[in-house]
């Protein structure tokens, strides 16, 4: 079964920054497309980052593009999304999952990122 733990998020200033982790299990994130995605309150969930099979490739939202990272540590299967010059139209909560484009496995619970003006 397909498990994924989100942790690192929290309240930071605008201008700040946070790195999220993504404890994979039943999935090998080393051969496995992954992505980030995130949920604001009222709003759809909307696909942020995604590191590809081979690790090769990296792509990015435009409202992310320059400022947030993705990269994977193969040896303990977690996903990281490096966060920075955060705005508070980041405000969400974050989730990863397989990437864009792929049939998604369980959601986690996701961790909340609250960032003030």
């Known amino acids: 079964q397909v498990r994924f733990v989100e942790s690192g998020g929290g309240l930071v200033q605008a201008g700040g920054s946070l790195r999220l982790s993504c404890v994979a299990s039943g999935i090998t994130v080393s051969i496995n497309a992954m992505g980030w995605y995130r949920q604001a309150p009222g709003k759809q969930r909307e696909w942020v980052a995604g590191i590809s099979s081979s690790g090769g490739y990296r792509n990015y939202a435009d409202s992310v593009k320059g400022r947030f990272t993705i990269s994977r540590d193969n040896a303990k299967n977690i996903v990281y999304l490096q966060m920075n010059s955060l705005k508070p139209e980041d405000t969400a909560v974050y989730y990863c999952?397989?990437?864009?484009?792929?049939?998604?496995?369980?959601w986690g619970q996701g961790t909340q990122v609250s960032v003030s003006p």
């Open positions: 999952n397989r990437d864009r484009g792929i049939a998604p496995s369980s």
